[in-house]
């Protein structure tokens, strides 16, 4: 890998399921902590913050399948994100990374908050706590149009592997390391994820590198696609990570239903472009603005609202026994990357509450 600060190791481990790649940082007998990455990421995007948050905790970061240095093992899109919960499971369950059996914390950004969240679902009292760092919504990435998760079309068009940028998907491929184009992997990162044009260069470089071991084509990212006879003329298919994510695979709702409650933080900054109300990666607001041709209207195919779903399964869990608390940073998709200071006392500070309960 390339540049990693001094206090984060990695190793490579292999389970009944596959071999991961992973970070680790802090006493290995101190609390433990499970980092969950994002889409076009990997577990690389953690290492400043596993620097501080090391200081209390044993963390751990895994590269998801198909994501960083892991293997390069297929996702079934059709049971959403079990896969990555499944393999989470297999990591903890199977080596002495924390104390077997034991709850830990888990701290899951964008696509790993939904990873996190299916993980307490699927395993009851595994999880200490929850930190949700911009997470996607709990009814998936695109294509539903109110609080209840309704889709905007029996066949959920408009989310899947269809939706990615094909520019952006063949810079990904091609291993494209410049900044001539918008759709370049190193100005998604520094624009579209957040405002990052301060990170030190090496952080930087080491960033777009974890972006580009990502694995590309139909069983990866962004997964295949099937056409639709509704707008925009994609549907979701039946494998890859952005088929995962598709509310015709992925619902979390009953994340507010589970039974041992562990206390949630909501962390998200208030210019998200990404996971939001009005996302610039939304079909439906993209075709408000024009950028997507032929759309049909808001009464069709409005934003999806990302945040106030989340919300509203949040206020469930809260009305059936669970707490959460819901924190603001001034910043984009990465409050972890933009904020760190800010982020890093958010975290310490609930889970420094959680041990004194």
Do not use: K
Not at 76 to 87: N, V
């Amino acid at each position: 890998m390339s540049f990693l600060p001094a206090a984060v190791q990695e190793s490579d481990i292999a389970t009944s399921r596959l071999r991961m790649h992973v970070l680790q940082s802090g006493p290995a007998d101190a609390p433990g902590l499970v980092l969950v990455h994002g889409n076009v990421s990997s577990a690389r995007f953690f290492a400043e913050l596993m620097t501080v948050l090391g200081e209390r905790c044993h963390c751990v970061a895994p590269d998801l399948r198909g994501f960083g240095q892991s293997a390069r093992v297929p996702a079934d899109a059709r049971r959403g994100l079990r896969d990555f919960s499944d393999d989470l499971h297999a990591l903890l369950a199977e080596t002495d990374l924390v104390p077997r059996g034991a709850p830990v914390h888990l701290l899951g950004w964008s696509l790993g908050g939904g990873v996190v969240m299916q993980y307490a679902m699927d395993h009851p009292g595994a999880a200490a706590s929850i930190v949700l760092e911009s997470a996607m919504s709990p009814y998936g990435f695109g294509a539903t149009r109110d609080m209840a998760g309704t889709p905007c079309w029996p066949d959920f068009a408009g989310s899947g592997g269809g939706t990615a940028s094909p520019e952006m998907v063949r810079r990904l491929a091609t291993g494209d390391r410049g900044a001539e184009d918008a759709t370049s992997p190193r100005n998604v990162l520094t624009h579209l994820y957040g405002q990052l044009t301060d990170l030190a260069p090496e952080v930087e470089d080491a960033l777009v590198e974890g972006m580009l071991e990502m694995a590309i084509g139909d069983d990866f990212y962004p997964g295949d696609q099937v056409a639709s006879a509704n707008w925009p003329g994609t549907a979701p298919g039946e494998r890859g990570v952005n088929n995962a994510i598709s509310p015709r695979y992925c619902d979390l709702s009953a994340f507010a239903a589970i039974e041992d409650r562990p206390d949630v933080l909501w962390i998200r900054g208030d210019a998200d472009q990404i996971v939001s109300d009005a996302s610039l990666v939304d079909l439906g607001r993209l075709g408000a603005l024009g950028a997507v041709p032929g759309w049909p209207g808001q009464d069709a195919y409005p934003a999806q609202p990302m945040v106030s779903q989340m919300r509203a399964v949040l206020d469930r869990y809260q009305a059936a026994g669970g707490r959460y608390a819901e924190h603001v940073l001034a910043c984009g998709h990465s409050p972890h990357l933009e904020r760190p200071g800010e982020f890093a006392e958010a975290v310490t500070g609930f889970l420094d509450g959680i041990g004194q309960r």
